[in-house]
């Protein structure tokens, strides 16, 4: 499966860098999910839960505070105020 790396930041710093093969979130027009080649965009991303599917197909979830989500070639960023992982 294609993969694209996953970036997540925080105002204190990275939370998340690795490469993923799908996130799945709720953005601002409602849920979505990004995997490798998606057109780029940017949409606000409210606060939810999110789920990952990594390389490995290992699956990692969490919750967001909302932010901003860019997809642009094979990267993706989520400007997000805080992230709590989940098991």
Same mark, same amino acid.
């Given at each position: 499966?294609? *993969?694209?790396? /996953?970036e997540?930041?925080? =105002?204190n710093?990275?939370?998340?860098?690795?490469?993923?093969?799908?996130?799945?979130?709720?953005?601002?027009?409602?849920?979505?999910? !990004? /995997?490798?080649?998606?057109?780029?965009? !940017? *949409?606000? !991303?409210? =606060?939810?839960?999110?789920?990952?599917?990594?390389?490995?197909?290992?699956?990692?979830?969490?919750?967001?505070?909302?932010?901003?989500? *860019? !997809?642009?070639?094979?990267?993706?960023?989520?400007?997000t105020?805080?992230? *709590?992982?989940?098991?």
């Amino acid at each position: 499966m294609n *993969t694209f790396t /996953m970036e997540i930041s925080s =105002p204190n710093g990275s939370l998340f860098h690795e490469d993923i093969n799908m996130i799945a979130l709720r953005g601002a027009d409602g849920d979505l999910a !990004v /995997m490798a080649g998606h057109i780029p965009f !940017v *949409t606000a !991303v409210k =606060p939810c839960d999110f789920h990952m599917e990594l390389a490995d197909g290992e699956e990692k979830y969490g919750h967001t505070s909302g932010g901003i989500l *860019t !997809v642009s070639g094979k990267e993706a960023v989520l400007l997000t105020g805080d992230i *709590t992982w989940t098991e």
